[in-house]
T-cell receptor, first 112, second 114 residues
Framework: GNSVTQMEGPVTLSEEAFLTINCTYT??????LFWYVQYPGEGLQLLLK?????DKGSNKGFEATYRKETTSFHLEKGSVQVSDSAVYFC???????????FGTGTSLTVIP | EAQVTQNPRYLITVTGKKLTVTCSQN?????MSWYRQDPGLGLRQIYY???????DKGDVPEGYKVSRKEKRNFPLILESPSPNQTSLYFC?????????????FGPGTRLLVL
């Protein structure tokens, strides 16, 4: 079936540290891949996306590359800030565009 | 302001008492969807709607109903709530159905069923 697997959290980093959150997927066809972020007490909002293999999504210093050969979409940021503390969700959407599948979320805390 | 609104934000109810959670968007979006968020399980899709009067089941539709009589509204109905429906619920919308479309999420409704 279709699914998304994210690395277990929580993750705690010091300010300016390098961040990687792993995401792998299983899907039929060629899905689109997304990273959504959820700040405390809020709904999810799109962080970045990639719609085909080898595409790189980027936003606010975060990047992720759609790797079809490894079925992965790992999230990276070179230097995290306290304001990046949130829960990050990897997600995929299938060709039909009707259904979406989310990972379990990874909680990130950045300490000064 | 473009947004997705949900009401109520918090709800405590008892088993078997019918309830409705409303969702409304002011962006003229065609596609709308409901999710539930549970610890360790992430978000799971309950129902979605591709347009007015067009709805379909997601991964976890049991115990839920939806309707889409107007483009802007997509209420979630629990006809006989049970404790296993205690969860955080999110409504989302996107301009069109499509795998590359960005979804816009509401602020969430936290439901406790006793």
């Amino acid at each position: 079936g279709n699914s998304v697997t994210q690395m277990e959290g929580p993750v705690t980093l010091s300010e300016e540290a390098f961040l990687t959150i792993n995401c792998t997927y299983t899907a039929t066809g060629y899905p689109s891949l997304f990273w959504y972020v959820q700040y405390p007490g809020e709904g999810l909002q799109l962080l970045l996306k990639a719609t085909k293999a080898d595409d790189k999504g980027s936003n606010k210093g975060f990047e992720a590359t759609y790797r079809k050969e490894t079925t992965s979409f790992h999230l990276e940021k070179g230097s995290v800030q306290v304001s990046d503390s949130a829960v990050y969700f990897c997600a995929l959407s299938l060709n039909t565009g009707n259904q979406f599948y989310f990972g379990t979320g990874t909680s990130l805390t950045v300490i000064p | 302001e473009a947004q997705v609104t949900q009401n109520p934000r918090y709800l405590i109810t008892v088993t078997g008492k019918k309830l409705t959670v409303t969702c409304s968007q002011n962006m003229n979006h065609e596609y709308m969807s409901w999710y539930r968020q549970d610890p360790g399980l992430g978000l799971r899709q309950i129902y979605y709607s591709m347009n007015v009067e067009v709805t379909d089941k997601g991964d976890v539709p049991e115990g839920y109903k939806v309707s889409r009589k107007e483009k802007r509204n997509f209420p979630l109905i629990l006809e006989s709530p049970s404790p296993n429906q205690t969860s955080l619920y999110f409504c989302a919308s996107s301009l069109y159905r499509g795998k590359q479309e960005t979804q816009y999420f509401g602020p969430g409704t936290r439901l406790l069923v006793l």
